[in-house]
């Protein structure tokens, strides 16, 4: 066989084409080049064409056209354009001009219209999937600018042939969906798909594929291409899909999907591929081109198809008289798959076939049977598929049970790590289980022994994401947290918010906040207001739930209400009320009039106080006072009378006297104020003349310095007020009250309390699983209060949210921390409670991990005991958790005690351990603990305790299976054999070769206590020969033999020769090569070449005779041979060619067939029996029969409601026998409506519906009821 060529970068981006056109007219041929300042020269029949009348060369920048003009039957002949280090070969066919008019057919149209070459997809259609994946092959004989096809008489109206419509609403990111279309054979479309990114944070990712799972990204190349553009201005991204040369098997269903982030969209659409139509101009020869790539006329394969379906529009009439069939639809491939060897030439003159030998060679293709396989007797099936979170099993069964057998994925070696894939080999059969499928194992495996392997595909099935717990309905009030909680069926699945219809997005006032935990998923309203009212709806891939949420405005409580004041003249009215909330406004009346402030009256309003005072009140100040807050239907009233009173003036004196019978004392003389609030003390005194006041605190006079303090006094009244108190102001506070008949003094203790300091030391001493023990000290400062309990909070290290652990003061400085995740980093702090309020939280605690420790470590047992060490191995623990395993400490005991003594130092990270410095004859019981950062696991311990003493054992060699036999190799490969043996104390090991003792320059070899190893890293045919290992200990001593055969590629085949030629055969003769490599000639490879292109094809391959008829050659041309040695390491380097060459001489006979017409059975898709409208109780399957009849069979499609169904996992589609039936599986009420049955194919369609009533099912009480 040739050696293939390396392709060279072509310099052209668009070559010419061979074209046909008329004698007489005219025809240009166009080229583009990667560069503008490309010199380009053409060529006819490798001579230089330069520019005139006849021939016209131009060049515009990178384009290039030749313009051949009045076109001859010399003109017909092979072009060349040649640019830098590209040719490219194009041919140019002259065909004459007609002598008389060749009349239309009566029941066909008299014009006809060229096809354009691309048609743009209006409603654009789907791309092909399968065909890149086909090798690429050139459609027969195409239709030119100036050539005209004509329709085909039975074409229906292009009204009629119109796809049905499913083009679905503008919902979710297609600003432009793709839509179905049509196309005939060999031309061009184009799908487009437009998505609007304004509204997008992430670039959308777009996927094309075809039928349910085939994606087309992969599939891109000389039928399909795939493009995006951007427009900056509209923020529109334009997706394109063109199918280029479409071919009838691209028909079928596709899809194209669109997602960003967490928003997803999809459109289903269908392609038509019509056949092209029969040209009158129809050219033999272009059913004969060959589909070579490399533009070579003789290289390539021959596609004969065109010439099967149109045979009659290329038979030609003839002078001699010939038996013709009259059969308008025979098969010519059947015929020939059919018939005897002996009459392929008959049957090739009877119907009209020119090159038997092509269609030989491809009938030999079609009737080849698989070859059945030496290493399997059952192979895996071609596709797999599994529903996501599920397991499967791949089964094969291989002819040699002790054969190893390797998996693949995706090409790379699946290697048996955790329990993602577990091997199975049970006699014959191995399997491959995969469990817990992810989207990740879609792919394809291959399972391979020795040379042979065998493929599947596996596709994993995502199921649709369901709404376990609904939302909930909520009513809250104005202010508060709202959380709307639902969960899913799957952890980390996408789901979409809305509210009233609209989308909710993550804005920058962060309003709303998405939580996601495990399956649930919950959205978080902060301080909820009146504008939060509506419909919040959740969305998944598979269902939806809604839920309402009401806010309501808080009711507004009253503290203090105001009071009846009875006032003198000219004394002060305060009227003063505290209500709940502090953002709250409101207007004071005076008998239903607004009072305004003036300079008598004023009007304030600190946090919860609403104070009016009115100073030197005046009789007409008397009357109802009402404060009305805003937004509330309440108000407080009270009134305010007015007390004259005349006093006659008696000069006289009184001793000061202190009243201290006001509210607010307690029993122990005592006023609590919280921190931060006002406190005021109103001291009633009296005294005449008016006493003076004095305020001490121990012995400092307390004046108002600092601006908190104020100090007033008024007749009958002095008044001690502090702004925002502190801590530093709780004491015993005096007031002295002096005149000239004499002075008073009082105490009052004050007595200071607030919110307690933040905890202290905040630890983690221990932790678990998915807990943890938190610890920490009460406050330095209670507060003043005691402490009621404390409230603990934690957060993600990595996270900026803290989630409270728990909402009731927890009373204990020690807390168990739960449900919380496994490896992942978390922090702690605490706030301290009194009955003030809430402390500011503590510190953060040191960031840790919850871990528990592994399980135990499993199977300790003994590999191996000496009289002073024993050797002992495990497996790890089954559970290690997220924590890294530390290590495995070990530790053993004497019988009879309990002293575990450990039997190293620190941790060993192996899983074996030779334990040395034992007491011959001790009793030791031993164990195993797996550490991590949690601790130490269960310990696991040996069945029974073990006597330290060695065990003697016999020598024994355990040859492995594959070395029993002769062990071949390739010269230059790696020999590495390692031989077990067993045997104490340690033997002695000796290597052999044909009764020689082995030389180290000759091979390699390794001892060990347990195995041998012979390697040898380049083999050499001397290395050939049978190999002797014995292992000796003291006198006793075993063997075992192993035979190494090193092959070679054999010499070429000697004097090969041709002894005959006949007919269109020739025969050939050759003898054995010297040189078979030292391994059997297994066959010959015989091939043959044409001395005009002395390109080489092979005749017979594995052939073991040394001589062979080579058949088929065709007439007039001249062979020459060559035939290589096969052996078991391939063809030999150089081939043994023939001196004399053979020459099939012409015979002269030719046959022209008759032509015959072809009849059309097709027929429009017609229902039968129509669809029933039915009644149906939900939750029961039901079904809708009906029947069509049509030629070609129809496409059917089933519409609910005008939506194409086609594609829901709900209902299953059947067709049997062009009988019709929807299986609708458990309906529910949704499920009622009408129901549309479409049948469509090329000649047109038909439709038929139905109406369906889904019924309530009847529960069993009511059903009692009504038999009552």
Request: net charge negative.
């Amino acid at each position: 066989m040739p050696e293939p060529v390396k392709k060279a970068v072509s310099a052209f981006t668009k070559k010419p084409k061979t074209q046909e056109a008329k004698e007489g007219s005219s025809v240009v041929f166009e080229a583009e080049t990667e560069k503008p300042d490309a010199k380009v020269k053409w060529q006819c029949n490798s001579k230089d064409i330069a520019s005139g009348d006849k021939c016209e060369i131009t060049a515009d920048g990178n384009k290039h056209s030749l313009t051949i003009k009045a076109l001859t039957k010399e003109d017909a002949n092979v072009y060349a354009v040649i640019a830098g280090g590209s040719k490219v070969k194009f041919d140019l066919k002259v065909v004459p001009k007609p002598e008389a008019p060749v009349e239309a057919p009566a029941d066909g149209p008299t014009e006809s219209s060229a096809e354009p070459e691309q048609t743009p997809a209006a409603p654009p259609a789907e791309a092909p999937a399968e065909a890149p994946a086909e090798a690429p092959t050139e459609a027969p004989a195409a239709p030119t600018e100036d050539q005209t096809t004509a329709p085909a008489p039975d074409a229906p109206p292009a009204e009629e042939a119109q796809p049905p419509d499913t083009r679905q609403a503008l919902t979710g990111l297609f600003t432009e969906r793709p839509q179905s279309g049509e196309v005939t054979v060999g031309e061009n479309i184009t799908f487009v798909a437009k998505v609007n990114a304004e509204s997008l944070l992430k670039k959308p990712t777009i996927k094309w594929f075809k039928g349910k799972w085939m994606d087309l990204a992969s599939k891109s190349g000389k039928h399909l291409q795939l493009k995006e553009t951007y427009d900056r201005s509209s923020k529109v991204y334009t997706f394109e899909m063109q199918v280029i040369a479409a071919k009838a098997n691209f028909a079928g269903a596709y899809r194209c999907e669109v997602s960003s982030r967490d928003k997803f969209d999809s459109c289903n659409f269908d392609l038509t591929v019509h056949e092209a139509c029969a040209t009158e101009g129809f050219d033999i020869r272009a059913a004969f081109r060959r589909t070579s790539a490399d533009g070579k006329e003789d290289s390539g394969e021959l596609d004969f198809s065109a010439l099967l379906k149109k045979s009659s529009s290329f038979l030609k009439s003839s002078n001699r008289a010939v038996q013709v069939s009259s059969d308008p639809d025979v098969d010519v491939w059947e015929i020939l798959n059919h018939a005897p060897s002996s009459e392929y030439q008959k049957i090739a003159f009877q119907y009209g076939i020119t090159d038997l030998r092509g269609m030989l060679k491809r009938l030999k293709k079609m009737k080849k049977e698989e070859k059945k396989s030496e290493a399997f007797l059952k192979k895996l099936d071609p596709a797999y598929q599994v529903t996501k979170g599920q397991k499967i099993k791949l089964a094969i069964e291989v002819a040699n049970a002790d054969v190893e057998v390797k998996w693949l994925k995706n090409g790379q070696e699946i290697q048996p790590t955790g329990s993602k894939y577990i091997f199975e080999s049970v006699g014959n059969m191995r399997y491959l289980t995969i469990n817990h499928c992810s989207l990740a194992d879609d792919a394809a495996y291959c399972c391979v022994v020795g040379d042979e392997k065998c493929t599947t595909e596996l596709f994993v099935k995502e199921p649709p994401v369901q709404i376990v717990k609904n939302l909930e309905d909520q009513m809250v009030m104005k202010g508060d947290r709202v959380e709307l909680e639902c969960e899913v069926s799957e952890e980390g699945a996408n789901v979409k918010w809305e509210k009233d219809g609209v989308e909710l997005t993550r804005d920058e006032s962060f309003k709303y906040r998405f939580k996601k935990d495990g399956c649930k998923h919950i959205l978080i309203i902060n301080e909820a207001t009146k504008e939060d009212c509506g419909h919040y709806k959740v969305k998944t891939n598979g269902g939806e739930s809604m839920a309402e949420l009401l806010v309501q405005e808080k009711e507004l409580e009253v503290y203090q209400s105001i009071a009846d004041l009875t006032v003198k003249a000219k004394d002060q009215a305060v009227f003063k009320c505290e209500v709940s909330d502090e953002t709250v406004r409101g207007t004071w009346y005076r008998n239903g009039v607004e009072v305004k402030p003036d300079a008598r009256i004023n009007i304030t309003h600190i946090g919860r106080n609403h104070k009016l005072t009115i100073d030197e009140v005046k009789p007409e100040d008397e009357g109802d006072y009402t404060f009305v807050p805003d937004g509330h239907a309440f108000n407080l009233s009270a009134k305010l009378n007015f007390l004259e009173v005349k006093i006659d003036y008696v000069p006289r004196q009184d001793p000061p006297k202190i009243h201290l019978d006001c509210m607010g004392r307690t029993a122990e003389s005592t006023i609590v104020v919280v921190a931060g609030n006002k406190l005021r003390l109103d001291v009633p005194i009296t005294g005449d003349p008016a006493p003076t006041v004095v305020w001490t605190k121990g012995e400092k006079v307390v004046t108002e310095g600092d601006g908190r303090v104020h100090v007033e006094t008024t007749k009958g009244h002095c008044v001690f007020t502090i702004e925002g108190t502190e801590r530093q102001d709780e004491g015993i506070y005096s007031v002295i009250v002096r005149n000239p008949a004499g002075e008073d003094t009082a105490d009052i203790n004050v007595k200071v309390v607030d919110v307690p300091d933040p905890p202290q030391s905040v630890r983690i001493p221990s932790m678990g699983e998915d807990s943890c023990v938190v610890q920490w000290d009460p406050p330095v400062f209670d507060g003043g209060q005691p402490i009621i309990g404390y409230v603990l909070e934690r957060k993600k290290t990595k996270s900026y949210r803290w989630m409270r652990l728990n909402f009731d003061p927890y009373p204990e400085t020690t807390y168990e921390a739960k449900r919380m995740i496994e490896g992942v980093a978390y922090e702690m702090r605490v706030y301290a409670v009194n009955g003030i309020g809430m402390s500011r939280h503590s510190p953060a605690s040191h960031p840790f991990v919850p871990v528990a420790p592994t399980s135990e470590p499993i199977g300790l047992s003994v590999e191996d005991i000496s009289d002073t060490s024993i050797s002992l191995k495990w497996r790890p623990p089954e559970r290690i958790g997220s924590a890294e395993l530390e290590g495995y400490g070990v530790e053993y005991c004497k019988e009879g005690t309990d002293e575990w003594i450990p039997a190293m130092q620190g941790l060993t990270d192996r899983t074996t351990l030779v334990v040395r410095g034992l007491t011959t004859g001790d009793k030791l019981q031993f164990r195993v603990r797996a550490f991590n950062m949690a601790g130490p696991s269960a310990p696991t311990t040996l069945a029974q305790p073990v006597t330290i003493r060695e065990i003697m054992q016999r020598p024994k060699i355990w040859l492995p299976r594959n070395l029993r036999q002769t062990l071949v190799k390739k010269v230059g490969d790696t020999v590495n054999l390692m031989i077990p043996f067993q045997g104490k104390p340690r033997p002695k090991v000796t290597w052999s070769k044909d009764g020689e003792p082995l030389s180290p320059t000759f091979a390699n070899v390794r001892n060990s206590e347990v195995d041998t190893i012979l390697f040898i890293r380049k083999t050499d045919r001397k290395h050939s020969g049978k190999y002797d290992l014995q292992v000796e200990i003291e006198n006793v001593e075993d063997t075992a033999s192993i035979t190494l055969q090193i092959v070679d590629l054999p010499g070429p085949p000697e004097a090969l020769k041709i002894i005959d030629v006949w007919g269109f055969n020739v025969a050939l003769e050759w003898k054995p090569p010297k040189d078979n490599g030292n391994c059997e000639i297994s066959g010959y490879c015989v091939q043959k070449a044409d001395k005009k292109t002395m390109e080489w094809y092979t005749v017979v391959d594995q052939y073991r005779r040394t001589n062979c008829v080579v058949s088929d050659l065709i007439m007039g041309n001249e062979y020459i041979f060559r035939a290589y040695a096969i052996n078991l390491v391939g063809l030999s380097p150089d081939p043994c060619n023939t001196k004399d060459s053979a020459y099939i001489q012409k015979t002269g006979i030719a046959y022209k067939p008759p032509s015959h017409k072809e009849h059309d059975f097709s027929e429009a898709p017609k229902f039968t029996h129509p669809l029933v409208n039915r009644s149906i109780i939900a939750g029961y399957n039901a079904t809708l029969s009906c029947s069509v009849r049509g030629i070609p069979k129809p496409k059917v499609t089933w519409y609910k409601n005008k939506m194409d169904i086609t594609n829901e996992a709900k209902y299953r589609m059947l067709s049997k026998q062009g009988v019709l039936t929807l299986e609708i599986r458990k309906p529910c009420l949704f499920d009622g409506g009408v129901y549309m049955c479409k049948a469509v194919n090329d000649s047109g369609e038909d439709i038929v519906e139905c109406k369906l009533e889904v019924r309530p099912q009847i529960a069993k009480e009511e059903k009692k009821d009504d038999k009552k």
